[in-house]
C-alpha cells in the first residue's frame, strides 16, 4: 500500500492572519512539502495542473523534475494531468523525459480539469470532454508502446511514422491512473486497460464513489485483467490533526470556514460527518481511514490534502510530522494485516518491469514450445 | 387500485404561510380526484424552508446532505408533482428557483407539474406564466394549462374565495387526468397520445449512467 499527499497549489489568503503568499512562495513551499513528504516516510507526491488564477502547477513536469533531483524515492505523480486539453504527444514525451530523471519514480493521473474555459483557452470544445479523454488517452498509449506510430483521428493533426522521444525508460510505460468524480465512461475507460482508477471522494459522500468503484472493478475483471478485487485503486483523504481532537478543531476552522470549494456553506461538523474530512487526534484519522477499505474494499494508494485553504507552510510540515510519525505506519501495519495476499502492491516502475520481463519470459517459452512441436 | 404519488414542493417562508395553504388545497383537491376515479395517492410535501440551509449548502459544495437528498429523490421519483411559491420581487422566490437549480436536469422530465402562487395582489398573477412556466419548461416537465394564483383577498371574500376553489378545483382535475396507470397506457396501442412506447414516454428517457453504461469499445469507435 502507497501512501502520500496530494496538492492542488492554489495561492489562498490565511484567513487567520490575511497574509497571501506569492507565488514563489507558494510554489516553492511545494517543493518544501514535497522534500518533506519524503523525509516522513510517505511514498507519493502528486500536484495537480491547472492553467488559471488562484493555483500556480501549470507546469507539472517542471517542478516534479526538479523535485526529482532533491528527493531519492519519492515517486512523483499528478493529480490530475489534463487529458482533454493537453496535446498527448508532448504529454509522452514530457512524462518520458521525466522518467529517465527520475530513475522510474514517475506515475501520472489523467484527468478532465475543474474549470470549463481551460477547454477554449487550448482550442478544445467542452462539449467534447469525454471524446477528448478516450482519443487522447489511446494515443498516449500507442505513442508510449510502439516505437513507430502511424495514426489518424478527430481531434487532432495525423501522425505518419512518429516516433515519441524519449523512449519509456527500461521500455516500460509510466503506470496511469485515471481519476474522475462524476464519470461512469473514466471507470471503465480504467477498466477497459487494466489502468487505476483513482476516486477524489474528498468532497463528495461515499455512496456516489462505491457506485465509481465497484462498477471499475467490475469491468476491469470483465476485461479480463483479473479478479473485480485486484483492481487498482486510489483514495484521496483530507485531514488535520493535533494532539488533542479540540485543538484541531479550533485551530483548523477559520480555514475550513473560508477555504474555496465548500467554505461559507456546511459546518466543518456537518461537513466531517458527509464526506472523508478528519479534524481531530492522529488516532481519529487512523479510524476513519481504515473505514475506506470496508466502503471500497482493499486498495492500493491513499492520497491526502494536507497543503490548501491558506494553511501556512509551517503547519503543514507539522502536520505531516504527525502523518508520517503517527498515522501512516499503524495504516501501513493495518491495511497490510487486512489485505488478503493475491492482492497487487501498489504500482512501481520495478514492479512493472518485473512483471514485463515476466510475460517477454512467457512469450518466449510459448515460443520455443510451439516451435519444438512444429518440428 | 393505483397508488400515485405526489410530491408537493411548497416554497413559502412564514410559520403559518399562506403558499402551504394553497398547496394544501391543492393537494386536497388531488386527493378527491383520484379517489373519485377509484384511485389512491400518496402526498409528499416538502416544506422548503426547512431544507434552506441544505439547499444553500448544495449550491456550495455540489452535493446534497441526507436530507436534501431524499427531498430530491422524493419529487424525482413522483408521478407527478405540486409546485407552489410566492411572489417575492416580481418572481418566485430565490429558494424556490435554488430548490429547482439543485434537482436533477432530468428529474421533471415528462412529469405532469400544477403550478401555483400565491400574492398580495392578483396583479401578481402573471408570475405563474412569466416566470414559473419558463423554468418548469426548461426541466421538460409536462405543466398543466391551468396555474393556480391566490392572492390574499381570495382567502376572504365569498365571491373570490369561490373563485379560487373552482381554480383550484380545475387545475387539480387537470394533474390528475395526466395520471394514467401504466397498466392502462400499454394495453391499447392505439391510445397515441399515452401510447406505450419508451419513445412516447418521455419519462423512460431519463437515463441512469450506470445502468445504460457504454462499453468502452463503443466509445473509442465513437470519437
Do not use: C
Request: aromatic share 8%; net charge negative.
Amino acid at each position: 500500500m502507497q501512501f502520500g499527499i496530494f496538492t492542488v497549489g492554489d495561492v489562498t489568503t490565511d484567513p487567520t492572519t490575511g497574509r497571501t503568499p506569492t507565488e514563489a512562495e507558494r510554489i516553492k513551499a511545494m517543493v518544501t512539502i514535497a522534500q518533506k513528504a519524503e523525509e516522513v516516510g510517505l511514498d507519493v507526491f502528486a500536484t495537480g495542473e491547472h492553467h488559471n488564477p488562484p493555483f500556480v502547477p501549470s507546469s507539472p513536469t517542471t517542478m516534479l523534475g526538479y523535485i526529482a533531483a532533491k528527493t531519492d524515492r519519492l515517486l512523483l505523480s499528478t493529480s490530475t494531468t489534463l487529458i482533454t486539453t493537453n496535446d498527448p504527444v508532448k504529454i509522452a514525451e514530457d512524462y518520458a523525459m521525466l522518467q529517465h530523471l527520475a530513475d522510474g519514480r514517475v506515475d501520472l493521473m489523467m484527468g478532465r480539469g475543474n474549470t470549463g474555459p481551460v477547454y477554449p483557452w487550448f482550442g478544445k470544445d467542452i462539449t467534447k470532454g469525454i471524446e477528448l479523454a478516450v482519443e487522447n488517452y489511446d494515443l498516449l498509449r500507442r505513442l508510449w508502446r510502439e516505437d513507430v506510430v502511424d495514426w489518424q483521428g478527430t481531434y487532432r493533426t495525423p501522425l505518419r511514422g512518429f516516433t515519441s522521444t524519449p523512449r519509456p525508460l527500461d521500455g516500460v510505460p509510466p503506470f496511469v491512473w485515471h481519476g474522475s468524480i462524476r464519470s461512469p465512461e473514466i471507470a471503465e475507460q480504467a477498466a477497459y486497460y487494466g489502468d487505476g482508477f483513482f476516486a477524489n471522494h474528498i468532497f463528495w459522500p461515499k455512496a456516489h464513489f462505491q457506485r465509481l468503484i465497484e462498477l471499475y472493478r467490475t469491468r476491469f475483471e470483465h476485461y479480463g485483467h483479473g479478479s473485480a478485487d485486484q483492481a487498482i485503486v486510489g483514495l484521496g483523504g483530507q485531514v488535520f490533526m493535533r494532539k488533542n481532537s479540540q485543538d484541531a478543531v479550533s485551530e483548523f476552522r477559520p480555514y475550513f470556514d473560508h477555504a474555496p470549494v465548500y467554505g461559507y456553506g456546511p459546518s466543518l461538523e456537518d461537513f466531517t460527518e458527509m464526506t472523508p474530512l478528519t479534524v481531530g487526534s492522529p488516532a481519529e484519522v487512523i479510524e476513519k481511514t481504515l473505514k475506506f477499505r470496508d466502503y471500497f474494499g482493499d486498495y492500493q494508494r491513499q492520497l491526502f490534502l494536507m497543503d490548501h485553504a491558506g494553511l501556512p507552510l509551517k503547519t503543514v510540515l507539522e502536520q505531516l510530522d504527525l502523518l508520517g510519525e503517527q498515522v501512516v505506519p499503524v495504516l501501513r501495519k493495518e491495511f497490510d494485516a487486512l489485505r488478503p495476499s493475491h492482492m497487487p502492491d501498489g504500482p512501481t516502475h520495478a514492479g512493472l518491469r518485473a512483471a514485463a520481463e515476466r510475460a517477454a519470459a512467457d512469450q518466449r517459452a510459448r515460443e520455443l514450445e510451439a516451435a519444438g512441436n512444429a518440428s | 387500485m393505483t397508488t400515485f404519488t405526489v410530491a408537493v414542493v411548497s416554497a413559502g417562508l412564514g410559520q403559518p404561510s399562506s403558499t402551504r395553504l394553497l398547496a394544501d388545497q391543492l393537494a386536497g383537491a388531488v386527493r378527491t380526484a383520484v379517489a373519485g376515479r377509484g384511485d389512491r395517492v400518496e402526498v409528499i410535501t416538502l416544506e422548503l424552508r426547512e431544507l434552506a440551509h441544505d439547499i444553500t449548502d448544495n449550491l456550495l459544495t455540489g452535493f446534497p446532505s441526507v436530507a436534501l437528498h431524499s427531498a430530491l429523490d422524493a419529487v424525482g421519483s413522483a408521478d407527478a408533482a405540486i409546485a407552489v411559491t410566492p411572489v417575492f420581487s416580481g418572481s418566485y422566490s430565490g429558494l424556490f428557483k435554488s430548490f429547482f437549480d439543485v434537482l436533477d436536469r432530468d428529474a421533471l422530465v415528462g412529469t405532469p407539474v400544477l403550478l401555483a402562487a400565491t400574492g398580495g395582489s392578483a396583479r401578481h398573477s402573471l408570475v405563474l406564466d412569466y416566470a414559473m412556466r419558463p423554468l418548469l419548461s426548461y426541466l421538460k416537465a409536462d405543466i398543466v394549462p391551468t396555474g393556480v394564483f391566490a392572492a390574499t383577498a381570495d382567502f376572504g371574500s365569498d365571491e373570490a374565495g369561490r373563485s379560487l376553489a373552482d381554480r383550484v378545483h380545475r387545475a387539480a382535475g387537470e394533474l390528475v387526468a395526466r395520471l394514467s396507470p401504466s397498466a392502462v397506457r400499454t394495453v391499447d396501442g392505439l391510445d397515441g397520445d399515452l401510447g406505450p412506447g419508451p419513445e412516447r414516454n418521455p419519462r423512460a428517457a431519463r437515463s441512469d449512467p450506470f445502468e445504460n453504461l457504454v462499453p468502452f469499445e463503443q466509445l473509442l469507435a465513437r470519437r
